[in-house]
């Protein structure tokens, strides 16, 4: 069966940094587009970065840019978020999400499988 597991989340104090992974497992996601999506408690699930098969295309929503850098491993079938600076708001559970290709996209209704989610909580 095809799973997304999500793993890194954590209590971090603000200024500090997490790398969330994803992993995929049942078959090879080289040729598929990849996401990070975050809700927090009373909001709706929004978009944080987005990577293509090809590597070097990527996406960031404009609250996380410059802090944020989302990589792949196709070898692994890995997805990373590093994320550096956190800030209180970025608490939220954080979710991987797998898109078929081509493009990527900012919208949660385009993507095609989801992890279950890692919690990130950022003190002050």
């Known amino acids: 069966q095809v799973q997304l597991v999500e793993s890194g989340g954590g209590l971090v104090q603000a200024g500090g940094s997490l790398r969330l992974s994803c992993a995929a497992s049942?078959?090879?996601?080289?040729?598929?587009?990849m996401g990070w999506f975050r809700q927090a408690p009373g909001k709706e699930r929004e978009f944080v970065a987005a990577?293509?098969?090809?590597?070097?295309?990527?996406s960031y929503a404009d609250s996380v840019k410059g802090r944020f850098t989302i990589s792949r491993d196709n070898a692994k079938n890995t997805v990373y978020l590093q994320m550096n600076n956190l800030k209180p708001e970025d608490t939220a559970a954080y979710y991987c999400?797998?898109?078929?290709?081509?493009?990527?996209?900012?919208?949660?209704?385009?993507?095609?499988?989801w992890g279950q989610g890692t919690q990130v909580t950022v003190s002050s």
């Open positions: 990577i293509g098969w090809i590597a070097g295309v990527r």
């Open positions: 049942g078959r090879s996601f080289s040729a598929h587009v």
């Open positions: 999400a797998e898109r078929f290709g081509p493009t990527v996209s900012r919208t949660r209704e385009d993507y095609d499988y």
